[in-house]
């Protein structure tokens, strides 16, 4: 009984995917080709899941009615649409959605093995996204416990925390997650966002690979390009938001280049709007992956058209604010920026001196993040890794330039820089193999004046480098900067697609793209949180375990405490997160919520107390100043023991009555 209530209630996160079908079937019935009634599909999705989380949070309506008669009426006006188009074109259009659809799948056998080989790691990725629990260090620290807070509070405005990421960061990937997550009462799908836009990329550079000219072997080498990159698997089955910001940008890219082909007509001005909004709400790195397509966009058009750009750019301007406007005025509110970077955090990521060497230094730090081509194919028993000998080039590069390979300005953590090796974790996977491919199709292209002739090429290619060149140019270099490289990976899809098939023979071809579709296979089995082919894995570890795979020592800590605030029958527990007014990403907060709502009812109220960073002012507004918790779990800071003797909140005394090494439970004194 309790098995079907579970499928019952997980049911209904269907809503906004039938929502996300009809869209397509919709745009398909107009655009008649299902690839791009994809995009434009999971646009006006995104759009429409956006609007309604903005509305219903201006109503605090944030709640499994709110959002399951939203979507449930949204389905019932877009089947309506759909069966008033039906009777309207009964013949015509259907017809010839339907040849082009069977075109669409005669393909030469070949590029069949080669969908073979990317179906089977879309389908292990998806597995893992479904039966792993979210586990990512960022998403035990802010994705996931930014959208427990909006899910107990019922909108998404800023509240009292001691992790500020969870306020300022832009907030689609973890919008998505929350329409998923209050419609199943779980976390069981929240992996699947990043998953569905893995999907959606790879269809998109296919798209844009036909864009650009080319053939059916070309349009399917991208897929399978943009499908076996090892940053990309790991990150398809985790609630991190590269891969989300990836797949808008990807959108952006082909309506860009769409209209810089044909016209920038009123339909395309808003997929590019909708598209750019979309991007820049989900993830910060969109400002400088999105500029150069819109910049080379308006100059284009502005050549061609002249003053009367303004109605188009009138139309991008206006869908991207609308998107946007509403985190806008919430960290403008608190931070007073629009952005609302704190300056601190601010200083991890943003370079500190603009120069020729400091950009080359960037340039060749950030390409040698995926130099490990040797144990990238597993020939390290054959050949020499070649890590060494790229450091040590690039430490004399540096010492020409005369600039230190550690810069503080330009390095963060100060110190840390090395030619890493091949890595199974998400945040700093290299992709070496695919960047060599990558190297040797701008080669080829270089090296063939057809290809060099192809204007639309030679724009996406200018456009796709210019935003990596940004991200060396305004961003620090980091352990973890590779994950700012997916969406220059996944751009290049379409460009190596286009480039092999024109200049390659399709025999040589064919064993490149399974070389690296067998390469690619032990980023899909092997991943270092959600392995499935290790002896621990997903699918014999328990899944309180998988929630702490990153931080297995904390475990026992968390549980003990939290078993022993229940056993007070205590329903309001503060979260006392440090000392100090850092904006945090030390301390694990999401597996609190886990712990505390292990049933599938949010029966304990959790909230952060004695916040010192900015937003503490939000501690005195309603409901959080009329917080008293009966309990306060502190964590102890992770560099320093502290001694936790008494502290007072809301006016009431609480005492410690139970501790451990990494934390302590507070009560309150009874008077």
Known sequence: MVKLSLIVMHTFILLPILSLVLLVLLFNRKVLDWRRSILLGAIAWGYTLTAITESLSWFSLLSF????????????????????????????????????????????????????????????????????????????????????????????????????????????????????????????????????????????????????????????????????????????????????????????????IQSVQQKLNFSNSIAIGASLGLAILTKGSAYLLAFPFIAFLFLIKARQTGWKIWKPLLVISTLFLTLNFNHYLRNLDLFGSFLGTPADFAKEYKIEVISLPAFISNLVRNASLHADIVRSLNLEKLIVPLNGLVEKVIRILHSILGIDINDPRTTHPPGWYQVPGISFDENTASNPLHLVFILVSIALFLTYSRLRSQKSLTLYLLATTGGFALICLLLKLQPYQSRHHLSIFVLFSAFVGVVLSQALNRYLVSVLIVIMLIASTPWALENKYRPIAAEQNIFNMDRIEQYFINREQLQVPYEEAVNFVKAQQCQNVGLWLGTNDSVGNRYWEYPFWVLFNSTNTRSTRLEHVKVQNISAEKSNLLPYSQFVPCAVVFVQPKDEAVEIKQTDIQGYTYTPTWSNDTMVVLEQEKS
């Open 65 to 256: 009615s709110g959002l399951a008669l939203s979507w449930s009426a949204i389905n019932i006006a877009l089947i309506g649409l759909y069966v008033l188009e039906l009777k309207q074109h009964q013949v015509s259009s259907g017809l010839a959605s339907t040849s082009d659809l069977i075109r669409n799948f005669k393909m030469p056998a070949i590029c069949w093995v080669w969908l073979t080989g990317t179906i089977f790691i879309i389908t292990t990725i998806g597995l893992i996204a479904i039966v792993a629990p979210p586990n990512t260090w960022d998403s035990m620290t802010y994705h996931m416990s930014r959208v427990a807070h909006w899910e107990q509070n019922h909108n998404v405005a800023h509240y009292p925390t001691y992790n500020l990421p969870q306020l300022f960061h832009p907030p689609f990937a973890e919008f998505a997650i929350l329409h998923l997550q209050i419609l199943s009462r779980s976390d069981r799908f929240a992996n699947l966002v990043q998953w569905f836009c893995m999907v959606g990329s790879a269809i998109g550079v296919s798209l844009i690979a036909k864009q650009l000219r080319a053939n059916l072997q070309g349009q399917v080498i991208a897929s399978v390009f943009a499908v076996t990159i090892p940053m990309g698997i790991l990150q398809a089955s985790s609630t991190q938001n590269d891969y989300v910001v990836c797949f808008w940008i990807v959108c952006l890219a082909y309506f860009v």
